[in-house]
């Protein structure tokens, strides 16, 4: 967070100390100017428009409890602009409806190569997980461990990589029902259907469910909150359906902003590649797992 300098005035001093406050005026004079200094800098830049979830946690909030939302507070005070949140709600729109509108200038957090926008070299790589309780001990190394032919529960989101593997070995319609029992939020319309993570991972902890597969960055502040010790195990990306069709498990996560703005591109190009420690300090404390990211994506754009 920027440092906020503030001002007391009318504090009388006694006259014995007098001389000395006097003498620790002149610094904190001094560091009132290099403040406004900065200040009046950052006021001739734009302010960085963030676009941004009103409510996908962990990611962003409004009220900027998401991770996404602190990195981009860490990306506006390398870029030395003021950060200006706008805050979309139905997220198959936002990219259309205020990025390409101009309403924003960057999404925090995009797949890397997404052809909708411009993405930056990738800022983080992570996978989807197993979740189970430390108790229970299960053995959950990949898509062949017994641990899920003998599971009676598995929470999974649909659409997701997770599905195309419960069905690939026989598990799917087993799940269904129970599946539909862990729906979050649906629209008037029935058009947009959300499932909260944090819940997913509660029935776990709960025992509601022995498994969750989920990836692992929306899952991590979840499992590391829980009152139940819970195992994380990230799955390996080796995975295949009965066509032989590979199925990912591991992703890149960029930053995107709209097509043809190459200069904030290669600002924020410059910041992940110099700043990689910090950013990965962050999704860290996150507790977010993280993988090695290829030298030739680094290396692009």
């Not at 390409?100 to 995009?110: E, F, H, S």
């Not at 411009?118 to 979740?131: D, K, Q």
């Not at 990912?248 to 992940?272: P, W």
């Amino acid at each position: 967070m920027p440092i906020r300098l503030s001002e007391t005035v009318g504090i009388a001093c006694p006259p014995y100390v007098e001389y000395q406050t006097m003498k620790k005026s002149i610094p904190i004079f001094t560091a009132l100017t290099l403040g406004l200094g900065i200040a009046a800098a950052r006021a001739e830049q734009p302010t960085l428009k963030v676009c941004t979830a009103e409510n996908e946690m962990p990611y962003s909030n409004q009220a900027g409890e998401g991770f996404e939302n602190k990195l981009a507070q860490y990306v506006a005070e390398q870029l030395g602009r003021g950060l200006e949140a706008v805050t979309w709600k139905d997220p198959r729109y936002f990219i259309r409806d205020y990025l390409d509108k101009g309403l924003c200038d960057v999404v925090m957090g995009v797949d890397y190569g997404d052809t909708r926008l411009y993405t930056t070299v990738p800022y983080y790589r992570s996978g989807y997980v197993f979740i189970s309780r430390e108790q229970d001990e299960l053995d959950l190394q990949n898509w062949n461990s017994d641990a899920l032919q003998k599971a009676k529960r598995i929470a999974f989101i649909p659409g997701t990589p997770a599905e195309t593997m419960l069905r690939a070995i026989g598990r799917y319609s087993d799940m269904f029902n129970y599946q539909q029992e862990l729906v979050g939020f649906k629209s008037k319309r029935n058009q947009y259907i959300k499932y909260e993570t944090e819940k997913l991972v509660n029935e776990v902890a709960s025992g509601k469910a022995e498994i969750a597969v989920l990836w692992g960055p929306a899952a991590a502040r979840y499992v590391k909150a829980s009152s139940v010790p819970l195992t994380m195990t990230l799955i390996p990306d080796d995975n295949r359906r009965a066509d032989g069709q590979k199925v990912g498990f591991h992703y890149s996560t960029a930053m995107g902003v709209r097509k043809g703005d190459t200069e904030l591109l290669e600002r924020l190009n410059r910041i992940i590649r110099k700043q990689q420690d910090d950013i990965a300090e962050l999704l860290e404390a996150e507790g977010i797992p993280l993988l090695d990211e290829a030298e030739t994506a680094l290396s692009m754009n």
